[in-house]
T-cell receptor, first 110, second 112 residues
């Protein structure tokens, strides 16, 4: 059974203080790893897809990386508007279902 | 365009009411999903439609009834819900296996 574990559960940063969120996974065969951002009361917003170890993707202050066991979401010089819950997920072998991590709630204080 | 739309944004209903949630996407995606999400938890899969046929039902109670009228539309019919069914209901769509899912903004449902 696929497993996804995110850490930390919650993270508080000062504006401009860079950090990383972790997503560890155990799957029978990786068919991709997805990162989402979710604001309170809204649907998850797609950020990145990573398919193979060594792959990196960037968007503004966010960079996602992938190894054979985990993915990191690096946040460089965060701003208060980056405050959200960040979810990672992996598709099962058929691709139909996603296994989600529990999420990391990020708060960036001005 | 990677937009999935959902209506209504908010819904309050009594335990004897019948209501429907609607979802629409025009990305040509052939897989569509319904999820339920409780506070501080990840989305929980309810139903999957693939090529307009129900392919996954995660043992959801019959008071939730999905419908896929065509490849762009997905409905969730609600009847005789319980207060514990109050949650954010999310629709999503996907182009194909191993591709990311795109989520709609959700419907906040409150059952009194």
């Amino acid at each position: 059974e696929d497993q996804v574990t995110q850490s930390p559960e919650a993270l508080r940063l000062q504006e401009g203080e860079s950090s990383s969120l972790n997503c560890s996974y155990t799957v029978s065969g990786l068919r991709g790893l997805f990162w989402y951002r979710q604001d309170p009361g809204k649907g998850p917003e797609f950020l990145f897809t990573l398919y193979s170890a060594g792959e990196e993707k960037e968007k503004e202050r966010l960079k996602a990386t992938l190894t054979k066991k985990e993915s990191f979401l690096h946040i460089t010089a965060p701003k208060p508007e980056d405050s959200a819950t960040y979810l990672c997920a992996v598709p099962e072998t058929s691709g139909s279902r996603l296994t989600f991590g529990e999420g990391t709630q990020l708060t960036v204080n001005p | 365009d990677t937009e999935v739309t959902q209506t209504p944004k908010h819904l309050v209903m009594g335990m004897t009411n019948k209501k429907s949630l609607k979802c629409e996407q025009h990305m040509g995606h052939r897989a569509m999903y319904w999820y339920k999400q409780k506070a501080k938890k990840p989305p929980e899969l309810m139903f999957v439609y693939s090529y307009e046929k129900l392919s996954i039902n995660e043992s959801v109670p019959s008071r939730f009834s999905p419908e896929c009228p065509n490849s762009s539309l997905l409905n969730l019919h609600l009847h005789a819900l319980q207060p514990e069914d109050s949650a954010l209901y999310l629709c999503a769509s996907r182009r194909g296996p191993a591709y990311e899912q795109f989520f709609g903004p959700g419907t906040r449902l409150t059952v009194l």
